[in-house]
């Protein structure tokens, strides 16, 4: 059977980790997965992390199964942070969240739940737009769901600015049977987010067009705080009568590797939404029957208590402070060395990431000569730059230009 196949080529994030764990020079640099590393280049576990791990050893009395929902006080923990306490959905009991094994994870029980809700093309497939660009995995996660996948314009190369009018104008021609999915904040590649007054315009499109809005958030507190990030994901659930949200715990909690995240899903009333929900966990349960529990186990310690919250979003903001000071830092060290062109649009992008504008050719060089690691589409992992790396950045990338 397995004669008939041909190689995958390597994930183009995925594939970078290894080829830069591999490259034996002391000097090298890696811009390429988004994961958070601080000056020294190494990912910590946070403080608040820690204590709620060690509380969780002391505590934790079983390892029974979970059930397809995952943890209830994570769930409705982790939709208030993002949704916010007051949210009209949520005070009517229209929303309800299951745990899942990451971000990824949400966005996959997400992509068969809409391949079962939605009316369906004559091919039998749900259509997601996305915007161009996105990240690099939602096609293929969509698609490995059997949906059909199509773009919207988003960000412009030339003039490293957002495509907004050319966005409105595609979403104006998607119809109430399609699913939109949308970026919370800090898009992912681009950095380049909707204003509050564009989430605005894109939230009364919605309702025109009818269609589902899906928001991913992966990166809640990354760009400008907690509740700043949220303002599209409150705003829309508060004017639309669905909606589905996939977050992401991996970035702002630095749980990679524990994989949680959650599906949060909106319908117009509470018995609908029920029936709804029914299906998602159906979904769950065929997929992979029920989250892992220690990843929400800590971020529920956390968030359910003052202390811990408080020191969480302490650290969350050094990661942030760090990574706009890295913008910062990438810019002028890139105008002291001589590089050709504006790179003020990276102190303007939000998040993890910007495309740092160069071709896939000088991406290689980049790479083979200098040890700098990155997305071929030029997007790099701001965390990544340090007070000890970014002279050999700026000259590397000057030099190539
Ligand atoms: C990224 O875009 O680098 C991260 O979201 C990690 C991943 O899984 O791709």
Redesign the pocket.
């Known amino acids: 059977m397995f004669d008939t196949l041909t190689a995958m080529p390597a994930?183009p994030?995925?594939g970078l980790m290894t080829k830069y764990r591999d490259d034996p020079r002391a000097y090298k640099i890696d811009l390429?997965?988004?994961?958070y590393k601080d000056e020294i280049g190494h990912t910590p576990i946070l403080t608040c992390v820690k204590k709620a791990e060690q509380h969780r050893i002391d505590t934790e009395t079983t390892k029974v199964y979970i059930g397809p929902t995952g943890s209830a006080d994570f769930n409705l923990l982790l939709t208030q942070l993002a949704f916010g306490h007051d949210n009209p959905a949520l005070l009517a009991n229209r929303i309800r969240t299951v745990s899942t094994p990451?971000?990824?994870g949400a966005l996959r029980v997400a992509a068969d739940f809409i391949q079962r809700a939605s009316t369906r093309t004559s091919s039998g497939q749900a259509v997601i737009w996305v915007s161009d660009p996105t990240?690099?995995?939602h096609t293929g996660l969509f698609e490995a769901a059997g949906i059909i996948v199509k773009t919207y314009p988003y960000y412009d190369y030339d003039s490293k600015s957002l495509k907004f009018d050319e966005m409105k104008a595609a979403l104006t021609k998607v119809g109430p049977d399609d699913v939109v999915l949308l970026h919370a904040c800090c898009h992912?590649?681009s950095g380049m987010d909707l204003s509050t007054d564009q989430w605005d315009q894109i939230v009364e499109l919605t309702k025109d067009q009818g269609f589902t809005p899906l928001i991913d958030m992966?990166y809640q507190g990354f760009g400008d705080g907690i509740n700043e990030d949220a303002y599209g994901v409150r705003k829309m659930a508060a004017a639309v009568d669905t909606m589905i949200l996939c977050s992401?715990c991996?970035?702002n909690f630095g749980l990679?590797r524990e994989r949680i995240g959650a599906c949060s899903i909106m319908g117009k009333d509470s018995a609908s939404v029920n029936v709804a929900f029914s299906v998602l966990l159906y979904v769950v349960r065929c997929l992979y029957s029920m989250p892992p529990a220690h990843g929400a186990a800590i971020v529920e310690t956390i968030l359910g208590s003052p202390e811990l919250k408080q020191e969480w979003l302490d650290e969350l903001k050094v990661m942030r402070d760090r990574i706009n000071g890295n913008r910062i830092m990438l810019v002028n060290k890139l105008t002291e060395k001589g590089a050709p062109g504006n790179f003020d649009f990276i102190v303007q992008q939000k998040g993890?990431?910007s495309f740092l504008g160069v071709n896939q050719e000088q991406v290689a060089l980049l790479q083979q000569n200098n040890g700098i690691y990155m997305?071929d589409s030029s997007?790099i992992?701001i965390a990544g730059i340090g007070l000890t790396n970014v002279d050999h950045l700026a000259e590397s990338i000057a030099n190539v230009l």
């Not at 390429?32 to 994961?35: D, E, H, I, L, R």
């Open positions: 994930d994030i995925l390429g997965v988004g994961v990451g971000g990824t990240w690099a995995n992912n590649p992966a992401s991996s970035k990679y993890m990431f997305v997007r992992s």
